[in-house]
Every structure is written in C-alpha cells, then in structure tokens.
C-alpha cells in the first residue's frame, strides 16, 4: 500500500498505525504540479522486491521560508513550521522516516537545514524513532555533522533505487553499500567513511527494466485530488531519459548520473496513456535534458505517438512541455517536435558572454536562438528562457547585453537565477581557480550563492539586479522567475500552463 500527502492536499487514504510503515519525506517548491517522481521510482522499486512487506507514504513538508519582521518573529515562525512538520510525521506512525533532501525540478533545492530542525525536533520527541536523510548531494563534512550530532541514524548516499533494496539491512543497521550509519549504535559497522560518499549509479541496465511509479498505481490517489484542486489543469512529471552528457561547469544534473540512459518511447506512452485515460491529464512536462539528443530517437516517438492515436485518438490531446539544448535543435528537429504537440520549449540561454561559452561546452552563435525563434513561431510554440547572474569572469555590460537579448526573443517566460555552488561540478571542484567565495549564512533549503568570483563583486550584484528589476517592471508581459541572494520575484502567473499560441 502506498499513499501520498502533501501540505495542500489532504490524506486520500487515512495512515493506519503499523510496525512496518516506512515514510518518505520531500521538501517541494511551491510548483502545484510538483510530484515527488523521484521517491515515486524508489517506491516502485521497493514494492517490486518486498511486496506487502512494507507501507510506503510519501509526505510533502513545508518547503515555506520563515516570515516575520524581524529576525525573532522569523526565528519562532520557523519553529512553529519545524513543530508543525514534525507532528505529521509522529501522526503517521512510521516505524521509520527518511528525508529526501533535493527535487526533481530544481537542482538549487538542498533542504538539508530544515531536514535536520526537524529530526532534531523528532529525536527529541520520539527518540526511538529510526530518521535517516537521502541525498545525492550531500558532502563528507556534512554527513560528519549531521552523524555526531545524534540526529540522524543513517544517510544513503548512493543510487536510491539500488541502496533501498537492502532495507531491512539498513534499518538493522547492517554494512550496506551507499550508506554512512551512526556509528555510536552498538552492532553498527562502517562499510565506507563519511568522507567518501558513494555516488554509483548501477541500477538497472536499461531504463525500461524500473517499475513504474504511475503504472503500479503509486501515485493515483495524488494524482486524482490535484487533477480535481487544479480544475483539470494538473501537469504532470514524465521522463524519457537521464543524465546529461554536456557537463556544464555549473551544473548538477551532468554529475547526478554517471552517463546518460533512456526510456522507450513506448514506455514513455504507456504511462502517458495512463495518465490521460485515468485522471483526463493531457499536460506533460518532460523532466530530462536529453529528450533532444538524437534526431533518431524522435523520429521513434513521433513513429509510436501517432500509431497510438490510432488506436486512441484522445491522445492527441496531449500537449508537451520540454527542455533543449540550443545545439540539438534545428528546424527538422522543431517540426518533429511539434507533431508531438510540444507547446513550449525551455532553452538555457545563461549568457552571452563570448568568453563564457565554454563552461556550457557551447559552440553556437546568438544568431542560432534566433533561428530557433523562427522556426518555433510557426508553429506557435512558446519559448522559456534561463539566465545565470554571476558566472566567473562575466561583467555587468555582458550581463546588460545578455538579458537585453533574451527579450529581443520575446520569450514567454525568463528565469534568472544567481549563480549557486553545486556539489561535485567542475566550479566546485575548481572553485579556488575561479576565485570563488560563497554565502555562508545557514540556510534552511538552498544550496549556497557565490557571493564572489573573479570579475565578479559586490558592485556586479548590485548594478546587475537594479538593471533587472528595470526589466521587470518594463516587461509584465513577460513571466518572470528571479531568484538571487538580494531579490526573489515570481509573477504571479508564472505557474500558468502555456497554450499554443495562433501568433506570437
């Protein structure tokens, strides 16, 4: 049995107390089409092997900000949320609870500060309580501190869906591969330190072999409140693919897997078909980088999509939601999108800084997005740009020029986001090279800004977000997403589904 909740959507199916419920926990943005696929596959996974062994529930926490005007009234409003959290965890009664630090969506989210206020809070109110984190981010240095501090039992640092196999061992506190214990637990041996994580991705040969999440019904009731709550205007998560072969400098979905693996296309179907003829979705946002890698494997989608409507005309109501490189994309490729019914395509822009172009292994000039532009606006696709404020050596006339040529595409949405330290990436490895500093104030979700970067200073900050809350307010059309360590803005609508426009 498994079951979903989250923050604003009641418990479908109510917990029953049992010695053998096993809780997943997430803490998700505030995207209402957000789903946990992540956790979704491991349960899959872990169903296929135990059975009716184990209840698996997946509970949304608060992924909100403390609110307050001054630091005191911050500092209890986020109390009162650590409290609030901690009680639904003990009103499900699990006989163990792990916290999953990252999301699916955005690699920023790093919850590993409100991970651990609220196993803290757990600990001390329910000490038997087995608490473990889940994170593929997760450094040594952290992993000791959060070990020493009694806090946590165990963090799984490798790939989930292979380490969760081994459950029963990991909650015996056994050796097991991918896992750090606390070691203060008696019978408890090390099989790795904490300070080499393991990051090994072996899973299953072929993506097609992992059960999944929709098809075994895992989500169902989630999926049938928030389908209802959004009006039938729920997206839902697919994906056809992982890993990313590009390995941008700043990037941590090139580091996450080792190499890049695929679903069919007819798997891919399978569950689209399922979404749409159980629950009336018929709006998808494919999760993975790589759903343009090769001109040969659309075409095989575009093969079985329309066999499929054959067979089932209502799926070609679907509507698609994807992400590109600008390399993989030319016109060929933009009308074999559309015959999918792809409405929107995300293309990370980040700069336009010449002498920046290496660190997304980019060799494309601006007049490809253009073209690309061109192409996408006869078929009334729209277009979501990404920008990165704070790259090393960028400048603010670069920064200007750049956010000056992401409107002339007249993008239906821009993203801009101030450049974060990610695990594992080239930068963090480097980060001495690139005169790198970051934010060193704790946070409870994020990870850190780089606050300082060669050619990067506190002048570049300030002249950069004053020139971009200029932009802002001269284009509402646009919808805007800037996140950075002086501002958060988010249109309001910027949530809204994108419809095929008839012009642009």
Known sequence: MTTITSTDAPDITPPTESANTILFCHFAPGNTDYTPIDIGFVIACLRNRFGNRYSFRILRLDHVRPKGADQAARRADRQATVARDAQRIIEASPHAVFLCLESVLWSKVFALGRARRVAAELRRKCPNMFIGLQSHKIQAPE???????????????????????ELPGILNRHPTAGVCHDHRHENTVLIESATTPSRSCVGHRALDDLPSPYLTGIFDDFLHERQASLHGRFRAFLVSSRGCGFGCYYCF?????????????????????????????????????????SKRRLVEFQEEFHARIEMNPGLSRARLFVMARPETVDEEIVDILAS?????????????????????????????????????????????????????????????????????????????????LNPNTLFHRDCDQYEIEIDTAPSDFDAPYVVKAAGIDARYFDETNAFIMEQIGAYPEVLWKYLSRKKRFLSELFYRRPERATAL
């Open 143 to 165: 992993i000791d501190a959060v070990l020493g501090s009694g806090e946590i039992d165990c963090v799984v640092t490798g790939d989930p869906e292979t380490v969760f196999l």
């Open 253 to 293: 979905r090139s580091v996450k897997f080792e190499k890049v693996r695929y679903f069919s296309a007819r798997r891919f179907y399978d569950e689209m078909e399922y979404l749409l003829n159980r629950f009336a979705i018929s709006r998808f946002f494919v999760l993975d980088d790589a759903f343009l890698y």
């Open 340 to 420: 999918l019914n792809v409405i929107c395509i995300q293309i990370g822009l980040q700069t336009v800084n010449p002498a920046l172009q290496h660190y997304m292994k980019r060799s494309v000039d601006t007049l490809h997005f253009q073209r690309i532009r061109h192409w996408m606006v006869k078929h009334g696709m729209k277009l979501q740009l990404d920008v990165v404020v704070g790259l090393p050596g960028d400048s603010i006339e670069w920064m200007k020029e750049t956010l000056r040529f992401a409107l002339l595409l007249s993008p239906f949405s821009l993203q801009i986001k101030q450049f974060y």
